[in-house]
């Protein structure tokens, strides 16, 4: 029997719910689908940071090496531990470690989920840059605490990182509806992103089945929102990309509906899969939480380990579900709760 080894890092606030539920689906999918799925929970969070000093020990990333996947549910708690801490000591030291460079968000509208915008047409592939650009991490303070303090937080944008961003993005949109929008600011930002812009030309002319269409930050959250009919695949640097996906989840329904996959195509390290929602300590312990994120996160893991028609249930599941919104959350206008949710989606599972 095929077996997956799959490291769980619950995290904080709903992210423990949010993963107990998703696992309930996924078992049950591996129990139809004829694999397993081999556990190890790691309880890395803000809480073991008060504790240790560490969001994860020092040999954390070692310990991660040796599975096929990561199932991560959120990370933070700002009352407790500053984001800025909790983020770059467990979130982004994973990406980066394993060289995670493509984060993959789907955003399109369930059947029975109502969303903001009277638009129907919404299916939006958004391929983010995970490792560089914007979220590089290089900079610092000088003359700290002084009326003359100053902070610089310098962009990083390499030729390598930005031409294998753009390229999958052009394999997806090669696999999807044949459209590609790049996204810059290259008006305003004459370096970086006029670089983007250039390597997005030179690609052009090796997939001239795919439409590129380049776009200014800006007015692609607009066209979003106005025309999203007309975009298929979006490729966005770290940054761009971050807030593009909250606008994308916003008319999906909301971030209870989000998912991310982060994951380095070369294969031989683990990729890691988690919702792009937070931890949510107001209603964290409370049953709230939507799980469809994360069973959705958990399905494109299961695709991303070969296991194609366990995901491809998973996701008819949860469209079943998503048609009777009485059988969701409250967010969703329905009155179960997380885990109760989860297992309506895992009831309507095929064998």
């Known amino acids: ?79 407790k531990v500053p984001d800025s801490v909790s983020l770059h000591g467990l979130l982004l030291p994973i990406r980066k470690a394993f060289d995670l460079y493509v984060n993959m968000r789907p955003h399109r509208l369930l059947p029975g989920v109502t969303g903001p915008l009277r638009a129907t047409d919404f299916d939006i592939l958004c391929i983010r840059e995970n490792t560089e650009g914007e979220y590089s991490g290089a900079g610092g303070r000088v003359h700290s605490g002084s ?18 961003i753009l390229r999958y993005g052009f394999e997806q949109a090669r696999a999807r509806r044949g459209k590609l929008a790049s996204v810059t600011k290259s008006n305003a930002q004459k370096h970086t992103m006029v670089f983007w812009d250039e390597v997005t030309e030179a690609l052009s002319a090796e997939y001239p089945d795919v439409e590129v269409t380049r776009y200014h930050v800006d007015a692609i959250a607009a066209r979003m929102i106005t025309h999203p009919g007309t975009l298929d695949v979006v490729v966005a640097s770290n940054l761009f990309g971050d807030i593009l996906t909250d606008i994308g989840a916003a008319i999906q329904g909301g971030l209870g509906f989000a998912a991310a996959a982060n994951v380095n195509p070369s294969g031989g390290v683990p990729s890691m899969f988690e919702p ?31 296991e194609e028609a366990a995901a491809k249930a998973i996701m008819a599941a949860v469209e079943t579900v998503a048609g009777t919104p009485e059988r969701l959350t409250p967010d969703c206008g329905g009155s179960a709760t997380t885990l109760e949710a989860a297992e309506a989606i895992a009831s309507e599972l095929q064998g």
């Open 1 to 79: 029997m095929r077996t997956h080894d799959i490291a769980l890092i619950p995290g904080d606030g709903i992210g423990k719910e949010v993963v107990e539920a998703a696992m309930l689906v996924l078992r049950k999918a591996a129990e139809q689908g004829g694999f397993t799925l081999e556990e190890t929970v790691y309880p890395w969070s803000c809480d073991s940071y008060l504790e240790t000093g560490r969001m994860m020990p020092e040999d954390g990333i070692e310990q991660l090496r040796r599975h096929d996947s990561i199932l991560l549910g959120a990370v933070g708690w700002p009352e």
């Open 147 to 164: 009326p003359a303090e100053v902070a610089v937080e310098t962009s990083i944008f390499t030729r390598r990182g930005v031409e294998r």
């Open 276 to 306: 792009v929602h937070g931890s949510a300590p107001d209603i964290a312990g409370r049953g709230l939480s939507n799980p469809i994120a994360t069973i959705w996160s958990g399905a494109l893991m299961l695709e991303h380990l070969g």
